[in-house]
């Protein structure tokens, strides 16, 4: 699989120009099977510190194949991308394709005779969307699944809804079984609000996007580079490649700050009480690959993107 972003020391977000927007790349309303007006839904998350929003409704028969069109609801300080969560055919469990697109324009095709996991991923990206593979652990995605697929930007480390409801929320496992195939993605962090008064899955998952402005262009420009980290409430302020093989991590406040790899176990780990940094070594590291994982007293978690050596 050619990698639609190169995901390198150079795509850390940290040093690129602009600042950090937090926003919810998935999301659902009462125009799918959310409790909250399209209206309601941004209102919530703008009013709760959020910069931007994906409205991404279930594109399914019952509820019409619809794109929700939220343009009306953004502000200078507040911005919305077009998406949708888009189910065509089905998976080796015989679940419908999950398959979230970011950036769509509101004429988008969804639903097309014949249409496939892949067929409907590549006509997403043709259109200039942003596409991740939602919620791998609960619908029991397969690695062979994913193969099908032409080209993805990124796949779901973390779900909110799906914690919630089923404790399979996080999917990291999944993703390095991925990286270990060799395939280069980057990994989101979302709610999947459904909002409904059952499920407690509201402002459990974000991204932090480094753009050099809040407009769907700009963050979509960011997303597809890979200039961001994900987060359920840690905080990443620096990670750096610094000179004689070290990397450098700034963090708020943190337990636990680890560098996982290629090999088993994890490259390096710093644990205590208040970390707000560290230092790895490479030298001995021995990895395709690297990302880091912060996580807090409260259990709270920031990751950054895997990213690639050579």
């Known amino acids: 699989m050619t990698p639609l972003t190169s995901l390198t020391p150079d795509s850390?977000?940290?040093?690129?120009?602009?600042?950090?927007?937090?926003?919810?790349l998935h999301g659902h309303s009462t125009n799918s099977d959310g409790g909250w007006a399209p209206a309601q839904y941004c209102r919530k998350y703008h009013r709760n510190g959020y910069d931007f929003v994906a409205l991404t409704d279930h594109c399914m028969e019952q509820y019409g194949y619809g794109i929700s069109d939220t343009r009306a609801f953004r502000t200078d300080d507040f911005t919305t991308l077009i998406g949708a969560e888009l189910h065509p055919g089905q998976i080796e469990s015989g679940s419908p394709w999950h398959l979230l697109a970011v950036g769509l324009p509101l004429d988008f095709e969804t639903n097309r005779a014949g249409d496939t996991g892949a067929s409907v991923a590549q006509r997403a990206l043709d259109a200039g969307a942003f596409v991740a593979a939602p919620?791998?652990?609960?619908?029991?995605?397969?690695?062979?699944?994913?193969?099908?697929?032409?080209l993805v930007h990124a796949v779901e480390c973390y779900n909110g809804v799906s914690d919630y409801d089923s404790d399979r929320g996080y999917s990291w496992h999944f993703i390095d079984m991925l990286l270990h195939r060799g395939h280069r993605i980057g990994a989101i962090a979302t709610d999947d609000t459904h909002s409904q008064p059952d499920r407690n899955d509201f402002m459990r998952g974000w991204v932090q996007v480094k753009a050099d402005a809040l407009s769907p262009a700009a963050l979509l420009r960011a997303l597809k580079a890979g200039h961001y980290y994900s987060s359920t409430g840690a905080q990443l302020h620096n990670v750096e490649f610094q000179p004689r093989d070290k990397l450098a991590v700034e963090c708020s406040p943190a337990t636990h700050i680890y560098l996982s790899g290629s090999r088993a176990g994890v490259v390096g780990r710093v644990s205590g009480a208040g970390l707000t940094e560290a230092e790895f070594d490479l030298r001995e590291a021995?990895?395709?690959?690297?990302?880091?994982?912060?996580r807090d007293e409260a259990g709270g978690r920031a990751w950054t993107n895997p990213l690639w050596l050579g």
């Not at 850390?12 to 919810?24: H, I, M, V």
């Not at 395709?288 to 912060?294: A, K």
């Open 135 to 150: 919620h791998p652990n609960w619908y029991a995605l397969t690695v062979a699944d994913f193969e099908t697929l032409s």
């Open 286 to 294: 021995d990895s395709r690959w690297l990302r880091v994982t912060v």
């Open 12 to 24: 850390l977000p940290f040093a690129q120009p602009g600042r950090f927007y937090r926003g919810n």
